[in-house]
């Protein structure tokens, strides 16, 4: 009995020591054949286990000999691309192949090779199974491919037009009246340190997208519905929970997303018998979403079928409805209801968190970096002057902005710090291996290789983006740091295409990512918002919304990093100007050392509480950016 157990032990063993080594020998093959740079890793990072588990493995490797470990283990640990910076490329150039037993894997900061992938969809496409947990409402265009993605694609788009993006103007700048008030405090003086900034950039892009999504006015704390107020809509913007809820809508909505990843990650039917706090929260949140999501589609149905004209809002639920139920519905009819509930949730998670955490990058670095600030609200005073914000045309203000100082400390902070660092794509199996031309040589990636173009990599990359030495680490070029500037040099690239690419028209808006006044990059050298079809369909949306909130801030208020851990604010009134730079200098330095510790769980932002503390002064009042940087004022 013994011995047959130890024989079976002894097969299973030998079996996994034989797929392992086999499955390694196989992969060092296909990265031969690639004629690519290569490290052999003993488990893949995408391997889910080792996904769970680095954290026990990474420190026992540390410990052995460093030669034995530096050349590969960086990429086992997360967030690499970001906070390995450009050093960790030096051996490799522009393409790396990380070969595993059970997968290879191509990272590349090489424009070229961005381009061919992102420009061929069918044979570098998205891997839906890594998606799959992101149907949990329903199938959507984020999580589909093929004609499934195609039929998702073209419903949705329908709502990403010009018309809307001037909706999402108006309420942006609505909804920034709510930030701004929250951040002057009770007083409405402002001088007060904020610590929220985090939250509070969450809860804009929330009560945006919530307008975007569903055409809900949703409110800031403190703030009431209109009185004229649709009563069917009074119940989703209401902050007090109705009838057969026990959350608002809006904290339905923000609990789901809070617990988001407890939500993808345990089976509803275990979560609901788990006895903790977190599992009860996240429960109540689900539940709530649902249920609201329940009522709305059926309101809406209702809406449809007693023949009510659609509001003139943006409203994309309200929108896909309209398609599956409407009169032209005979082309989108094969969308479901679990389609329609699964697509306006996909289109919150992906612009809500996306959106507050690049505007939240953006108002710490303006802080930071007072010489940019001054240039923008130049700009903001030239566009805009002093006109009440509800009176700002959307068609004569969004060019002048898109090409201003304000897209340009956007464009920045999507530069340094986008918020989908690395975006995946595969070689698709059943179209075997394919051929990529880097540099004039060819080189064959094998079927089912998985593909991370490094967004955060390849927008340092030298070779694409003009330099300059850096102002705050001597001896460097400025790649590293935030220069809006950097946007006002002149360009030399053309945008080159792809011959052989995909030149269907998949709906969403079809103008360049960046002004043509801006320098304009090399085409794959600047991918927040990824390229090609499967491109965001929300990135106009996310501008417009992102330009509104820094014109309506900057019109009026200056933000400024907050000191109170090196001086009281009686200490600053007393310093002269130099004692105020050389106080500022800590907090910018401090400041940059936590932008550093940004990591992505679904995008890249500052976790676990960690936090830039910052001010908004009304203009006039500041008492540091108005007196730091000065000798750039020109
Ligand atoms: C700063 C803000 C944003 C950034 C940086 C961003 C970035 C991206 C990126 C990189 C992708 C491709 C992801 C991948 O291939 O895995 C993507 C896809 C997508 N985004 Fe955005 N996004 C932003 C805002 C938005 C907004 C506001 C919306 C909607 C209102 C939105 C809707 C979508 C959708 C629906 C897709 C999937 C498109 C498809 O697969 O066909 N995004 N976004």
Redesign the pocket.
């Known amino acids: 009995m013994v011995s047959s157990v130890a024989l079976l032990f002894g097969a299973v063993a030998a079996w996994a020591v034989y797929t392992y080594v086999s499955g390694l020998a196989s992969n060092i093959a296909k990265a031969r054949k690639a004629n690519l740079p290569y490290i052999v890793v003993p488990a893949h990072p995408y391997n889910k286990l080792w996904q769970i588990t680095f954290w026990i493995w990474v420190p026992l490797i540390k410990r052995l000999p460093k030669s034995w470990w530096e050349g590969w283990l960086f990429v086992l640990e997360p967030d690499w691309g970001y906070r390995g910076g450009r050093k960790v490329w030096e051996p490799f150039g522009e393409n790396f192949l990380v070969v595993g037993p059970g997968a290879i894997s191509l990272f590349t900061r090489n424009a070229e090779t961005i381009r061919q992938v992102t420009a061929r969809r069918e044979l570098f496409p998205?891997d839906t199974t890594d998606?799959q947990i992101l149907t949990m409402f329903g199938q959507?265009?984020?999580?589909?491919e093929g004609s499934l993605?195609r039929m998702?694609?073209k419903v949705?788009?329908a709502s990403?037009n010009e018309k809307n993006a001037a909706h999402?103007f108006a309420e942006s700048i609505n909804q920034t009246h709510g930030l701004i008030s929250e951040w002057l405090g009770p007083d409405g003086k402002g001088h007060k340190t904020i610590t929220t900034a985090e939250h509070d950039t969450m809860t804009l892009?929330l009560n945006?997208?919530g307008y975007?999504?569903f055409g809900l006015r949703l409110l800031w704390p403190g703030q009431t519905l209109p009185p004229d107020i649709d009563p069917k809509l009074a119940k989703y913007g209401s902050l007090e929970p109705p009838s057969g809820h026990t959350m608002s809508f809006a904290q339905a909505l923000a609990s789901t997303l809070e617990y988001l990843l407890v939500l993808l990650l345990v089976p509803w039917s275990v979560l609901k018998r788990l006895p903790f706090k977190w599992a009860r929260n996240s429960w109540e949140a689900k539940e709530n979403y649902m249920g609201y999501m329940d009522e709305f589609l059926q309101d809406k149905i209702a809406e449809v079928r007693q023949g009510e004209q659609p509001k003139d809002s943006m409203d994309?639920m309200g929108q896909l409805v309209r398609a599956k139920y409407g009169k032209s519905a005979s082309e989108s009819s094969e969308l479901c209801d679990s389609d329609i509930i699964g697509?306006a949730f996909?289109?919150?998670v992906?612009?809500?968190e996306?959106?507050a955490?690049?505007?939240h990058f953006t108002f710490t670095e303006l802080a930071n970096n007072p010489a940019a600030q001054r240039a923008l609200q130049k700009d903001v005073d030239d566009i805009c002057g002093k006109d009440d914000p509800s009176t700002w045309n959307y068609e004569s203000v969004i060019n002048p902005l898109l090409a201003s100082h304000l897209a340009a400390a956007?464009n920045e902070t999507?530069r340094l710090m986008?918020?989908?660092p690395e975006?995946?794509?595969h070689v698709a199996p059943s179209r075997g291996d394919q051929v990529i031309i880097i540099d004039g040589e060819k080189h064959t990636l094998a079927a089912g290789m998985t593909v991370g173009?490094s967004?955060v990599s390849v927008q340092r990359n030298p070779r694409y983006w003009p330099t300059r030495p850096s102002k705050v680490q001597p001896g460097q070029d400025d790649l590293d740091d935030f220069e809006p500037e950097r946007w006002f040099r002149s360009s030399d690239s053309a945008r080159d295409e792809i011959e052989d690419g995909d030149t269907e028209d998949?709906g969403?808006f079809k103008g360049r990512d960046t002004s043509d006044s801006l320098f304009r990059p090399a085409r794959g050298a600047f991918?927040?918002?990824?390229d090609g079809?499967?491109?965001?369909?929300?990135?106009r949306?996310?501008?417009v919304?992102?330009l509104a909130a820094l014109a309506v801030v900057f019109q009026k208020y200056s933000i400024e990093l907050a000191v109170d851990e090196w001086a009281s604010d009686d200490e600053v009134e007393k310093m002269s100007a130099e004692e105020r730079r050389r106080l500022y200098k800590k907090a910018q330095d401090m400041c940059r050392a936590t932008l550093r510790k940004a990591s992505s769980r679904l995008?890249l932002k500052l976790h676990g509480g960690m936090h830039v503390p910052i001010r908004l002064v009304k203009r006039g009042e500041e008492r540091f950016v108005n007196v730091v940087d000065t000798d750039e004022l020109a």
């Open positions: 998205k998606y959507n265009v984020l999580t589909t993605w998702h694609r949705t788009a990403f999402t892009a945006i997208i975007v999504g994309i697509n996909i289109i919150i992906a612009g809500h996306t959106t955490n690049t505007l956007m999507l986008p918020a989908v975006i995946p794509k173009l967004a998949y969403g991918i927040p918002f990824s079809a499967r491109s965001c369909l929300g990135r949306i996310a501008q919304e992102m995008t």
